[in-house]
């Protein structure tokens, strides 16, 4: 059966010590408390730099056995690079520690920027750079550079690396790029927020949800009745169907599914709303 996984984007939050955390909870804690709450979440900190081994081994040993992570991609192939030439920077992402989260390690999120476009051929060469699954990522792991300290090149057993791409210019949101990832079988994020456009396009056989808050990008909360509407719309999604309302800029339909798996992440952390929110969400969809 399908499943829904429902988390914050992050966790290493001084503003929720004393509200999502308890006061006793010692920072050293925090992804562990996370993990007894939730079943997934993201990683940030590798978005802004290499992470070391010993982190990630860390993220898994603290973390329950059916925990998931979904694991941002650096910033410095999305952002400085813009795509070009970045087959090492990958190689150094993926031989960062990455494969000690052994089966945790469920989705790889590449975010873009919202100020500028994505070079479509860049963008069309990257997914095809892309590793599969865990065998393919150490393979091209193992072309690191002495960028990486403690490199790891080896799974422990191979399994799927999902990835998911959230497309925050307009230009990029076009039935072209559509197509493309649905023909990579990449999932372009449901990116919900008010400082870029918002699509629910199906490209690949799971769904990628990230509430980033409306009005307030970062900041606001979704009220209960919100969040009853994105309840129903996963039930929709996860049964492999998709809302009457779907807010699509194709008319091709998305393959036929028995049901598709949802991750969905809470960023509306500014003011401490994400674990809250995302508790809440919990719920609904388990009723």
């Known amino acids: 059966m399908s499943s829904v996984r429902i988390g914050p984007s992050g966790w290493s939050y001084d503003s929720w010590q004393g509200d999502f955390y308890p006061d006793w909870l ?39 056995e059916s925990f998931r992570f979904a694991v941002k991609g650096s910033r410095f192939i ?11 920077p990958l190689a150094n992402f993926l031989a960062s520690g990455l494969l000690l989260l052994g089966k945790k390690l469920d989705v790889i999120l590449w975010q873009f920027p919202a100020r500028r476009a994505v070079d479509p051929e860049r963008l069309d060469a990257f997914v095809r750079l892309l590793p599969g699954d865990t065998n393919a ?33 307009p230009d990029d949101l ?24 918002y699509v629910e396009e199906v490209t690949a056989g799971f769904i990628y949800l990230r509430l980033h808050g409306a009005p307030k990008t970062y900041a606001s909360r979704y009220p209960p009745p ?24 194709t008319d091709g339909k998305p393959p036929p599914r028995k049901g598709r798996d949802a991750y969905v992440f809470f960023d509306n952390d500014s003011e401490g709303h994400a674990p809250h929110d995302a508790r809440r969400l919990m719920e609904l969809v388990d009723e």
Request: aromatic share 8%; net charge neutral.
């Open 226 to 249: 919100e969040l009853r509407r994105w309840a129903a719309r996963l039930e929709r999604w996860r049964a492999g169907e998709e809302p009457d309302d779907a807010e699509r800029i």
């Open 78 to 88: 999305t952002h400085n690079k813009q795509l070009g030439d970045v087959r090492g």
């Open 137 to 169: 990522a150490a393979a091209l792991a193992g072309e690191h550079d002495d960028r990486v300290d403690d490199p790891v090149t080896s799974a422990d057993s191979n399994h799927r690396i999902r990835h998911a791409v959230e497309l925050r210019h």
């Open 174 to 197: 076009t039935a072209e790029r559509v197509g493309a990832l649905r023909d990579a079988g990449i999932a372009l994020v449901f990116s919900h927020a008010s400082d870029w456009p």
């Open 26 to 64: 010692p920072k050293a804690r925090r992804l562990e408390y996370v993990g007894r709450h939730f079943s997934a979440v993201e990683v940030n900190g590798s978005f802004y730099s290499l992470l070391s081994a010993k982190t990630w081994d860390k993220y898994g040993r603290e973390t329950p």
